[in-house]
């Protein structure tokens, strides 16, 4: 049995340094806030040489604070657009639509399955605030057309780094930084247990140079308040609990290697898939702008591929199967006309990458180069 993610695979490196990280919150406390969120964040800002990172709630919740506190700060105001890529996770619109902006749909490249930048310009509008680009499965979503634009119209990048912790991009000349989470104006950090890395439960981040933005974010996800029992904004409680700042720590001191494992498992998929009803994920040049969240195929025959591929003991899983502008809450956009979106979600296959050896990636390569039409 080929698992698509194996839980106890994930954990079991990690399991004495994860059991003395609680023993150590919980006898010595505290239980919120506290030395262990603050040396999280301290990682995170080495991580990614961003000037401000703060501990949040989780993923969702971090978007929706970088927009929130854009609204606080005059920047943003509802009504307001943000360009969205229209094949995304449906919580990066979730934090869109929470904060009374509106979305965007643009079509992604069929190459990269991230946000196609040659059509954002035309979609821009005088009411068009933010970028929301998603580094999807892993792909660091970047280049000059993106930022050039952003520059341009004096509008913010809101980077979803959910899925590519430790992934980095190249722009010569336009950026100091060139991690994701430092790309743009703010970004979004997820630590949901199957990210590449996760907590032991829910949490996220996120990441500015902006000292203001950083503030606004900090006081919003703590009731509001900027200095104890004194509310500047009607806030939220979206802190990041210290028992799971403490494992994200454990695991964070390995992203290197985490990272580096799943490039070495797509290497062995890059290497040996090779079916002519299977359209393997583009590779480019730069091997570090991707850290492999997802390895996920194009097919025309995706039911057949997944039913022969469970016969075969591969678990497989799709990325998504509906596109937020095909969600049930999303009905006043289910008009649009988005299809490389919709072919994307009709044909994703996502494979086991994360915790399956090399061994194991190679002979499921060959599972699938055995795959034919009957
Ligand atoms: C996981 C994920 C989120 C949400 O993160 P949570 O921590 O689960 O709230 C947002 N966007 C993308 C692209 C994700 O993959």
Not at 8 to 29: E, Q, S
Not at 49 to 57: D, E, F, I, K, M
Not at 157 to 186: F, K, R, W, Y
Not at 350 to 366: G, Q, V, W, Y
Request: with cysteine; glycine share 6%; charged share 20%.
């Amino acid at each position: 049995m080929y698992r698509f993610l194996d839980m106890n695979r994930l954990t079991a490196p990690y399991l004495d340094a994860l059991r003395a990280a609680a023993d150590r919150v919980i006898t010595d406390g505290p239980y919120i806030g506290g030395g262990e969120v603050a040396a999280l964040e301290s990682d995170l800002r080495a991580l990614t040489g961003t000037a401000h990172a703060v501990g949040v709630s989780n993923g969702l919740d971090a978007l929706r604070l970088i927009f929130r506190a854009y609204i606080e700060l005059g920047v943003m105001a509802p009504g307001d657009e943000v360009i969205v890529p229209a094949n995304t996770y449906v919580a990066s619109v979730l934090a869109v639509t929470d904060c009374g902006l509106t979305p965007v749909f643009v079509e992604p490249s069929i190459d990269t399955l991230n946000l196609d930048t040659a059509l954002i310009e035309q979609a821009i509008t005088p009411r068009t605030r933010a970028i929301l680009p998603v580094h999807l499965y892993g792909r660091a979503c970047w280049d000059v057309t993106l930022a050039d634009i952003a520059r341009r119209y004096n509008i913010k990048i809101v980077e979803d780094n959910a899925q590519a912790i430790g992934a980095q991009a190249h722009t010569p000349g336009l950026h100091g930084s060139h991690a994701t989470g430092a790309l743009g104006d703010a970004a979004a950090f997820s630590f949901y247990p199957t990210k590449n890395i996760g907590a032991l439960g829910d949490a996220g981040a996120v990441t500015t140079d902006d000292t203001e933005l950083a503030n606004a974010v900090r006081a919003l996800a703590n009731y509001g308040s900027d200095r104890r029992y004194h509310n500047i904004y009607r806030g939220y409680n979206c802190r990041l609990d210290p028992i799971q700042a403490a494992f994200i720590r454990v695991k964070l001191a390995d992203i290197d290697n985490v990272n580096a494992g799943r490039r070495a498992n797509a290497a062995v998929y890059n290497r040996l898939v090779c079916n002519p009803l299977i359209t393997p994920p583009s590779v480019g040049a730069d091997d570090t702008a991707m850290v492999w969240h997802q390895y996920t195929i194009l097919t025309n025959h995706r039911d057949a591929l997944r039913q022969y591929l469970d016969s075969r003991g591969v678990q497989t899983d799709i990325h998504y199967a509906t596109p937020p502008h095909r969600q049930p809450c999303y009905a006043q956009y289910s008009s649009l006309n988005l299809p490389v979106t919709d072919r994307i979600a009709d044909s994703i296959v996502s494979l086991p990458i994360a915790t399956a050896t090399p061994d194991e990636i190679a002979e499921i390569s060959a599972i699938i180069n055995e795959f034919k039409l009957i």
